[in-house]
T-cell receptor
Framework: DSGVTQTPKHLITATGQRVTLRCSPRSGDLSVYWYQQSLDQGLQFLIQYYNGEERAKGNILERFSAQQFPDLHSELNLSSLELGDSALYFC????????????FGSGTRLTVV | QQQVKQSPQSLIVQKGGISIINCAYENTAFDYFPWYQQFPGKGPALLIAIRPDVSEKKEGRFTISFNKSAKQFSLHIMDSQPGDSATYFCAACRPYSGGYQKVTFGTGTKLQVIP
């Protein structure tokens, strides 16, 4: 157990639907990062939050949005889902300051049918 | 300047051999270079990491070699085992004011160790 909790582990939904993926960072970590990984592909950075504020945006589609709540958990919302959105979605967290303890969760496997 | 270039894309090594994966970066603001190991269907896990003030770090069969002047670093897996078969990602991290970091990943190397 890495300490980063992602729910649900698996999600199957139809095209056009909306889903919410949840991430609880490791205790004490202030940063949350979201990544998308399609089959046999690399890690595509989506978005980063630090202590509730958006800090960096990657290749995140307009249909996707995220937020980090006061208790530091984060949610990634995916809407108007398409078949191509099927992927593993990972959350990672890191603490404040110079300690680069960057820890991934076990991911949510999203299948859009 | 934020890119990290990783090679090769895939690698097949015989059991007992040495696996070598290379990464190169441009941005000198990076100051922490971790390697992650990912098994199919799992999240990447930190394997080993190095800071640019040292040229080599060894942990068991895994060694990072770091060449600051060339802006290159590599992962060496000695006595490679079938259980090492996984995808390996290099990464480069840089700090930002306010106490947070940004991490740039390489594109990954799929390693297969054959018996």
């Amino acid at each position: 157990d890495s300490g980063v909790t992602q729910t649900p582990k698996h999600l199957i939904t139809a095209t056009g639907q909306r889903v919410t993926l949840r991430c609880s960072p490791r205790s004490g970590d202030l940063s949350v990062y979201w990544y998308q990984q399609s089959l046999d592909q690399g890690l595509q950075f989506l978005i980063q939050y630090y202590n509730g504020e958006e800090r960096a945006k990657g290749n995140i589609l307009e249909r996707f949005s995220a937020q980090q709540f006061p208790d530091l958990h984060s949610e990634l919302n995916l809407s108007s889902l398409e078949l191509g959105d099927s992927a593993l979605y990972f959350c990672a967290s890191s603490p404040r300051g110079g300690d680069y303890g960057y820890t991934f969760g076990s991911g949510t496997r999203l299948t859009v049918v | 300047q934020q890119q990290v270039k990783q090679s090769p894309q895939s690698l097949i090594v015989q059991k007992g051999g040495i696996s070598i994966i290379n990464c190169a970066y441009e941005n000198t603001a990076f100051d922490y270079f971790p390697w992650y190991q990912q098994f199919p269907g799992k999240g990447p896990a930190l394997l080993i990491a190095i800071r640019p003030d040292v040229s080599e770090k060894k942990e068991g069969r895994f060694t990072i070699s770091f060449n600051k002047s060339a802006k290159q670093f590599s992962l060496h897996i000695m006595d490679s085992q079938p259980g090492d078969s996984a995808t390996y990602f290099c990464a480069a991290c840089r700090p930002y004011s306010g106490g947070y970091q940004k991490v740039t990943f390489g594109t990954g190397t799929k390693l297969q160790v054959i018996p």
